[in-house]
């Protein structure tokens, strides 16, 4: 189901992701809050459409201003420990990794996802991207599904 927001207007494309940071010092006053500051904070969402004839409207943060586009949580590609990843179990992040030059480092680390959480794995990718894990760590590429 999309839920209405808004969004920058130089961000505001279909199909771009982005993960939602909750509330930025210049939001306080502005009088479209409650359109804008309604997505769950540290969530990747999808831009699924942009609303045709909304105007774009001043915004403290965004020098082009927003506009009302259509959004839903979508899922991360992450890796997790392969002990007990199948689709439907639920898994966390195995921990910080310091490799950022590691192919996998985005998947170890992705937005959207805290460390200390666990979420519904909705299906298994397979093997990671890297070859060797420099912490040493047995793990699968998997698809979380955030929005359980």
Request: glycine share 10%; aromatic share 4%; with cysteine.
């Amino acid at each position: 189901m999309s839920i209405v927001t808004l969004i920058g207007t130089r961000l505001a494309e279909p199909g771009a992701e982005f993960v939602y940071e909750g509330e930025a010092e210049g939001c306080a006053g502005c009088p479209y809050r409650s359109q804008c500051l309604n997505l769950e904070s540290d969530t990747r969402y999808r831009i699924t459409g942009i609303r045709e004839n909304a105007q774009t409207l001043e915004c403290a943060i965004h020098d082009g201003g927003v506009r009302a586009v259509e959004v839903e949580p979508v899922s991360v590609t992450a890796n997790v420990p392969s002990k007990g990843a199948y689709a439907g179990s639920r898994a966390s992040l195995a921990g910080p990794c310091p490799y950022v030059e590691c192919p996998s480092h985005e998947h170890c680390v992705p937005d959207g996802v805290s460390m200390d959480d666990d979420h519904r794995i909705g299906a298994v990718l397979g093997d990671p991207p890297h070859e060797v894990c420099h912490l040493d760590r047995g793990l699968s590429l998997v698809e979380l599904d955030l929005e359980n």
